[in-house]
């Protein structure tokens, strides 16, 4: 299920717990609203809530953790993709055809990742398939040093070569995680409970529904966030395309 889903799902199930509370308050016999009743209450979602905002801080830390762990990645991969360029161009004129290679392959993850359409979904499966890297690590085996100053270059490129490897599968990896399904079916039972309690605590009017309403989306709005930062290159919170776009201005240089 796609994070907006999800987003709305929590949103219907909040929002619908605060008016089952309000409707369930209409019914409920006069002692059961006593002041006793209501600080019972009152004590329990606070209990509900203390531990609902404690789980919600840290999912969107871990969220954020793994946004900003990707932004690194990505600007170390766009310093290794200038470095190699650099020392491609070290070696000598015979690695024009290589260097080409590493342009065409960083265009072409680029236009994988941050495609110019910014409505089409982006294939986790289309970035694993690319072979452009490995396509390149090809390029660099066969290139034939004619003196020790050019072994030295192609020694320190195919080891760049390898730690963008690396970088690559480990971003993709990481994209792998997913929030886990009984924590959030859990958590979205207690924000239900602390909902309905609120309904049960208040009075029908408008100022009570639009402020229901508005808590609900606030909520909604930190599992969406949740959910896109966890997923920086398919989502729709993307990692900045900035480090390959100014490595992309680097090559050929």
């Known amino acids: 299920m796609s994070s907006v889903a999800l987003a709305l799902l ?23 609203l006593s002041e006793d009743a209501r600080d019972v209450v009152k004590l329990g979602a606070g209990l509900i809530a203390t531990l609902a ?10 969220a954020k953790g793994t946004l900003d762990s990707m932004n690194t990645e990505l600007t170390q991969m766009g310093a290794r993709i200038i470095l190699l360029d650099r020392v491609l161009a070290g070696y000598g004129p015979e690695t024009r055809e290589v260097r080409a290679k590493l342009r065409s392959g960083v265009t072409s993850t680029i236009d994988r990742i941050w495609p110019e ?9 289309t970035v694993e398939a690319s072979r452009s890297l490995e396509e390149l690590q090809d390029r660099l085996r066969r290139l034939s040093p004619g003196n020790d100053d050019q072994r030295q270059f192609k020694a320190q490129a195919l080891q760049i070569a390898a730690d963008l490897a690396q970088s690559r599968w480990l971003l993709i990896e990481q994209t792998q995680q997913a929030l886990p399904t009984v924590l959030l079916i859990v958590l979205l039972f207690w924000l239900v ?12 009017n408008a100022t009570v529904i639009a402020v229901l309403l508005v808590c609900a989306l606030s909520v909604s709005g930190a599992i969406f966030l949740i959910l896109e930062m ?6 729709i919170i993307k990692v900045s395309s900035a480090p390959l776009h100014k490595a992309l201005d680097f090559i050929g240089r």
């Open 10 to 32: 929590c949103f219907t199930l909040t929002f619908g717990g605060a008016l089952l509370g309000l409707r369930v308050r209409s019914f409920l016999p006069v002692h059961h």
């Open 117 to 125: 359409d910014s409505s089409s979904r982006v294939s986790l499966r």
């Open 230 to 235: 966890g997923t920086p290159i398919t989502g």
């Open 193 to 204: 409970i602390l909902f309905a309690g609120f309904g049960l605590l208040s009075r029908v």
């Open 53 to 62: 905002a404690m789980v919600l801080g840290l999912l969107v830390s871990s």
